[in-house]
């Protein structure tokens, strides 16, 4: 095959003005093409109100050799091809089948592949299987009532699942890891589109669906997943062999599992784990996170900015990404951003509250959400917390979270994003149709944060506005607290992926490897390829 690294194509185009542009390019009849493969596309708006979509293809065509030769838009193609994708057919003894703590994207692609290979994983999950997660979620938002256990950030799937289901990454992908996740998740429902689209969504309602075919594809395999099971204890943990301590939340009984291989995808969420993990000696150091609030917009506004009005009525709703630096040295920035999309609840402690932002598929909620948030440190933590303290960074965002919990009585709290500048209560505000999941309280946002924090904040507004017109407006408001945005813990690991303790590999976003979903699965994968090349062994 051959491939053409830049094609451009009017918005409106249709699959034989690709194929003729394809030609034209190669400079061959059109009967010569037997077959196009999209590899990547994009939108080009840099020149609006011309739009295009800008294209990387690989082509199958008659005569290769002759149109390579006399053509320099013309190269081979070079598939990636993941080493590990067909099944080995290893084994291993009932007491040497690795352990899986936590089946969020990281987890999922570990046990997964670990399956694929032969060697029968078994996952332990705090959380609730997907059906049943839906429910306790759907009751927290509808009624208030908050499973610890199993939320919008424990649970199957991960944080990931009650998120807007981006999938891309700035991870390069040599090894073909990236291109092995999207494959999977195309095979079990996701939209064949992925597979190319720059900026590929797939979006809760989706991806509920998604993760279950997975599972049961790794119990087909061998392995074995259990739901409301918490890691509480690891015994002779120094020892080749270690002692899993289990609980099941829902029955409180406990159980032991003997094992050699832990891996520990834990959500960055996972604060009762940390604890645990430091317990036993684990190494861990703080990390640098970043924390603020959600801003939500008209999505035709974010639309027209992006697209201009003609080309906004017909293309997907628009994202947009956005940066500055602080007089205070502050990084601030878009994050998580939802074009279509819902802010929600996403506590899962008692007595403390966070958001986070969330899409279905169609995008079409007619609001666009994203997090403002500015970079926070140990100078940060330094001043709430023990300095020698690993887990001090989450001892920051609790207080936080507990302040925004009292702000909004245990609701969301949100204002006006002018007042929220301006310092002052949002008064003759409707909150009955915000795009929020969960109850709401009008709240005075601006004082929840240290004044480092909330200036940052402003000045980065009045930046966005120049950068995206109508930015700040009377319509838009916001809400807190976007907290959880990475871990704020990393668990060391050495170039096996080890902990400073043989046999357990740490992994994911939740120790401090990856910052998404895409990016989580292909962490999950490196640590599981370690294991089973050391079962080759």
């Given at each position: 095959?051959?491939?053409?690294?830049?094609?451009?194509?009017?918005?409106?185009?249709?699959?034989?003005?690709?194929?003729?542009?394809?030609?034209?390019?190669?400079?061959?009849?059109?009967?010569?093409?037997?077959?196009?493969?999209?590899?990547?596309?994009?939108?080009?708006?840099?020149?609006?109100?011309?739009?295009?979509?800008?294209?990387?293809?690989?082509?199958?065509?008659?005569?290769?050799?002759?149109?390579?030769?006399r053509n320099k838009n013309l190269s081979l193609a070079k598939p990636v091809i993941?080493?590990?994708?067909?099944?080995?057919?290893?084994?291993?003894?009932?007491?040497?089948?690795?352990?899986?703590?936590?089946?969020?994207?990281?987890?999922?692609?570990?046990?997964?592949?670990?399956?694929?290979?032969?060697?029968?994983?078994?996952?332990?999950?705090?959380?609730?299987?997907?059906?049943?997660?839906?429910?306790?979620?759907?009751?927290?938002?509808?009624?208030?009532?908050?499973?610890?256990?199993?939320?919008?950030?424990?649970?199957?799937?991960?944080?990931?699942?009650?998120?807007?289901?981006?999938?891309?990454?700035?991870?390069?992908?040599?090894?073909?890891?990236?291109?092995?996740?999207?494959?999977?998740?195309?095979?079990?429902?996701?939209?064949?589109?992925?597979?190319?689209?720059?900026?590929?969504?797939?979006?809760?309602?989706?991806?509920?669906?998604?993760?279950?075919?997975?599972?049961?594809?790794?119990?087909?395999?061998?392995?074995?997943?259990?739901?409301?099971?918490?890691?509480?204890?690891?015994?002779?943990?120094?020892?080749?062999?270690?002692?899993?301590?289990?609980?099941?939340?829902?029955?409180?009984?406990?159980?032991?599992?003997?094992?050699?291989?832990?891996?520990?995808?834990?959500?960055?969420?996972?604060?009762?784990?940390?604890?645990?993990?430091?317990?036993?000696?684990?190494?861990?150091?703080?990390?640098?996170?970043?924390?603020?609030?959600?801003?939500?917009?008209?999505?035709?506004?974010?639309?027209?900015?992006?697209?201009?009005?003609?080309?906004?009525?017909?293309?997907?709703?628009?994202?947009?990404?956005?940066?500055?630096?602080?007089?205070?040295?502050?990084?601030?920035?878009?994050?998580?951003?939802?074009?279509?999309?819902?802010?929600?609840?996403?506590?899962?402690?008692?007595?403390?509250?966070?958001?986070?932002?969330?899409?279905?598929?169609?995008?079409?909620?007619?609001?666009?959400?994203?997090?403002?948030?500015?970079?926070?440190?140990?100078?940060?933590?330094?001043?709430?917390?023990?300095?020698?303290?690993?887990?001090?960074?989450?001892?920051?965002?609790?207080?936080?979270?507990?302040?925004?919990?009292?702000?909004?009585?245990?609701?969301?709290?949100?204002?006006?994003?002018?007042?929220?500048?301006?310092?002052?209560?949002?008064?003759?505000?409707?909150t009955a149709d915000l795009k929020i999941k969960g109850a709401t309280k009008i709240?005075?946002?601006?004082?929840?944060?240290?004044?480092?924090?909330?200036?940052?904040?402003?000045?980065?507004?009045?930046?966005?506005?120049?950068?995206?017109?109508?930015?700040?407006?009377?319509?838009?408001?916001?809400?807190?607290?976007?907290?959880?945005?990475?871990?704020?813990?990393?668990?060391?690991?050495?170039?096996?992926?080890?902990?400073?303790?043989?046999?357990?590999?740490?992994?994911?976003?939740?120790?401090?490897?990856?910052?998404?979903?895409?990016?989580?699965?292909?962490?999950?994968?490196?640590?599981?390829?370690?294991?089973?090349?050391?079962?080759?062994?």
């Amino acid at each position: 095959m051959l491939h053409i690294n830049s094609l451009q194509l009017d918005v409106h185009h249709d699959e034989i003005d690709l194929k003729k542009k394809t030609a034209k390019i190669i400079g061959c009849n059109i009967n010569e093409i037997k077959n196009i493969e999209i590899r990547k596309r994009s939108i080009d708006a840099r020149k609006k109100p011309k739009i295009f979509y800008s294209y990387s293809i690989d082509v199958s065509l008659v005569n290769e050799d002759k149109y390579l030769k006399r053509n320099k838009n013309l190269s081979l193609a070079k598939p990636v091809i993941y080493a590990y994708k067909n099944t080995k057919n290893l084994s291993v003894k009932d007491s040497k089948r690795p352990l899986v703590v936590g089946f969020g994207p990281a987890g999922i692609f570990a046990a997964l592949l670990l399956a694929k290979n032969g060697l029968r994983p078994i996952v332990v999950e705090r959380g609730e299987c997907v059906e049943e997660r839906k429910e306790s979620v759907n009751r927290f938002w509808n009624k208030g009532k908050l499973n610890t256990e199993s939320n919008v950030s424990f649970g199957e799937g991960g944080a990931g699942t009650f998120s807007d289901g981006k999938l891309n990454t700035l991870v390069k992908d040599t090894f073909g890891r990236n291109k092995f996740v999207l494959e999977t998740l195309a095979e079990h429902g996701a939209p064949k589109e992925i597979l190319y689209e720059n900026k590929p969504h797939i979006g809760t309602d989706l991806l509920t669906g998604i993760v279950k075919s997975i599972r049961e594809e790794i119990i087909k395999l061998g392995g074995e997943v259990r739901f409301d099971t918490k890691l509480i204890d690891i015994e002779d943990i120094n020892k080749s062999s270690k002692q899993v301590k289990i609980l099941n939340t829902k029955t409180n009984q406990t159980e032991k599992i003997v094992c050699e291989d832990i891996i520990l995808a834990l959500g960055h969420s996972a604060r009762d784990t940390f604890k645990l993990l430091k317990e036993l000696g684990i190494y861990m150091e703080p990390k640098a996170f970043a924390l603020g609030i959600r801003v939500s917009h008209s999505q035709y506004l974010i639309d027209v900015s992006q697209y201009g009005e003609i080309e906004a009525k017909f293309l997907s709703p628009a994202s947009y990404k956005l940066t500055f630096r602080s007089s205070y040295g502050r990084g601030v920035y878009s994050f998580c951003m939802c074009p279509g999309g819902f802010i929600v609840n996403a506590s899962t402690e008692d007595n403390r509250t966070t958001v986070n932002g969330m899409s279905y598929h169609n995008r079409d909620s007619g609001e666009a959400d994203s997090a403002i948030i500015v970079s926070v440190s140990e100078e940060d933590f330094d001043k709430y917390g023990d300095k020698d303290d690993p887990l001090k960074g989450i001892e920051f965002q609790r207080r936080l979270e507990e302040k925004a919990y009292k702000m909004g009585e245990g609701k969301v709290p949100v204002q006006r994003l002018v007042d929220f500048l301006n310092g002052v209560e949002s008064t003759e505000f409707e909150t009955a149709d915000l795009k929020i999941k969960g109850a709401t309280k009008i709240s005075r946002v601006d004082k929840l944060f240290p004044k480092e924090i909330y200036e940052s904040i402003k000045e980065a507004f009045k930046d966005f506005d120049r950068k995206i017109k109508g930015f700040i407006n009377e319509d838009a408001y916001v809400a807190a607290i976007e907290s959880r945005t990475s871990s704020p813990v990393r668990i060391s690991r050495n170039e096996l992926l080890k902990s400073n303790i043989a046999g357990i590999y740490p992994c994911g976003e939740g120790a401090g490897y990856a910052g998404g979903i895409m990016s989580a699965a292909m962490d999950g994968l490196k640590v599981a390829e370690k294991i089973i090349e050391s079962c080759k062994e």
